[in-house]
């Protein structure tokens, strides 16, 4: 009996020291995925995700608690312009919902309205809008003739990367304008082209960056055109995006009508403000992060690109190629340099360079580099994050708390500061303050109370409290507090 248990011992180690190999071998035999390659794959994103919730630049970017005002206000204030974070938006455009996102912003507080418009709350409906996005694509993959696990592969690769994580991790208006387009391309490819028309429209209204989607529409028609050789209009297809487009601008008109008769004369006055000096969306993801550390991404698909043309890959399927071209040629005509916009660019870029890999390492190659190019980056992150990260943030209570203690009428009395506090002042009358001083105006009358940094703010349009207090003057220091490791001071001012 001893003997045989060993000699069973030993086939099974004998197995399991065949794993791995085993593995590669189900990954690239004859361009067959297996479900154990997906599997590590799916492992690895869910791992990506989990780590980073909360803990990816989760407060201290500004367009996290910016959008949320935005909806906010318009669903539960009634009125378009951020007033929550000033009169009017200080750098640019008329903030809020006055031309753009009022269907994100209806979606958004459907959503969030239940749990008090907690930033837990808006992160978990970024990550589902990213996962919708890539169920979409993979259906989009599968009408085009992908294998199944080669889609699933492909869709939980580019879920990894940075660009994607990063729209998962922010409360913007982007993941919803993306699931839109992409919505857009899969029904076209499936001939409800009134419909995608209408998609792409309306995903223009949540968000000019929205703009992609048609261009994704053009982009998948031409590649028809190319492909069968047709180079001539369809009037049928035309006509159904045509009306289904048109029926999307209806839309757009009866959300947006007053403010959008003033839109030309805004976007002239305001576009050397709009453009923060980029020349292009891409432009401050590659070339002006941090060690630059994005250009190894940019090496590998220039290199695919090379090898997609010369072996004439786009022959067999044009889209990937025409779509990316298309893309980073509309990105010198968005006037907002703004590299959160990158995904836009990415998903048809990807696809190329997920194409132009040889076919017998596709279920490995990509993501051993998503592996290697994009892991290091997140474990940065997650050790610089994660001092700000959700649980942190309850204890920012401690400013409402500090305030209170002074005994005034809360609803009556006006409060300044960093954008961080939003979350917690935004049933009172809080107002960014850096909108009061670009806007020259006078102190209100009545009570109002600053809280200003002893720290460098985290955002460039903020200033510490020597600068402010130049600005705000009349004050006096009434209570201090301190949030994760930052000093922070409060001023009283009456009137």
């Known amino acids: 009996m001893i003997p045989a248990l060993i000699g069973q011992l030993i086939r099974y180690r004998a197995r399991i020291a065949a794993w791995p190999r085993t593995l590669v071998r189900a990954a690239v035999y004859a361009n067959k995925y297996s479900p154990i390659s997906v599997s590590i794959v799916a492992v690895l994103v869910v791992a990506v995700y989990s780590i980073m919730f909360g803990n990816y630049r989760p407060h201290t970017l500004i367009d996290n608690q910016w959008y949320l005002s935005y909806s906010y206000n318009y669903c539960i204030k009634g009125i378009s312009n951020d007033t929550s974070f000033g009169a009017t938006f200080p750098f640019g455009l008329g903030g809020g919902t006055v031309v753009s996102g009022k269907l994100a912003a209806m979606l958004q507080c459907a959503v969030l309205a239940p749990f008090n418009w907690s930033l837990v709350a808006a992160n978990v409906l970024s990550v589902a809008g990213v996962v919708l996005s890539m ?45 839109l387009a992409v919505c857009g ?47 001539r209009l369809e009037f049928d297809r035309a006509a159904k995006l045509a009306l289904g487009s048109l029926l999307g601008l209806a839309v757009y008109v009866m959300l947006h009508l007053p403010a959008i008769l003033a839109l030309p004369t805004a976007m002239s006055s305001n576009s050397a403000d709009v453009s923060n000096g980029v020349i292009h969306f891409l432009y ?9 550390r994005h250009l190894p991404e940019l090496a590998v698909f220039v290199a695919c690109l090379l090898v997609h043309i010369w072996r004439r890959d ?63 980056q997140y474990a940065v992150a997650y050790v610089w994050g994660h001092k700000y990260s959700y649980v942190r943030q309850g204890e920012l209570q401690i400013a409402r708390s500090a305030i209170a203690r002074r005994g005034a009428d809360l609803s009556h009395a006006h409060i300044f500061g960093g954008f961080i506090f939003w979350p917690v002042f935004k049933d009172l009358s809080f107002e960014w303050s850096p909108s009061f001083w670009f806007n020259q105006r006078r102190t209100p009358h009545g009570t109002s109370y600053l809280i200003c940094d002893l720290d460098p703010p985290f955002s460039p349009q903020e200033l510490v409290c020597a600068d402010e207090l130049l600005v705000f003057n009349d004050m006096r220091l009434v209570e201090q507090f301190s949030w994760a490791g930052r000093d922070y001071l409060v001023y009283e001012g009456r009137k």
């Open 135 to 179: 169920a979409v694509i993979f259906a989009f993959l599968v009408s085009e003739g992908f294998c199944r696990l080669g889609a699933v592969t492909f869709c939980l690769t580019l879920a990894v990367t940075e660009p994607f994580v990063a729209m998962a991790s922010q409360s913007r208006y982007d993941y919803i304008t993306f699931l």
């Open 185 to 231: 391309l899969l029904l076209a490819a499936r001939r409800q082209l009134f419909v995608g028309g209408l998609i792409s429209v309306l995903a223009l209204e949540v968000h000019p960056i929205g703009i992609m989607a048609p261009i994704y529409l053009i982009a998948h028609e031409l590649s028809r055109m190319i492909q069968t050789q047709r180079f």
């Open 284 to 292: 401050p993801y590659f070339f002006q992060q941090r060690l630059y």
């Open 314 to 376: 786009y022959v067999q399927w044009p889209f990937p190629l025409v779509a990316s071209c298309a893309t980073l040629l509309m990105g010198f005509f968005i006037p907002h340099g703004i590299m959160f916009y990158t995904p836009f660019w990415y998903f048809p870029s990807f696809l190329l360079v997920f194409l132009t890999v040889s076919a017998a390492w596709r279920a490995i190659a990509l993501p051993a580099l998503v592996l290697v190019l994009f892991v290091p």
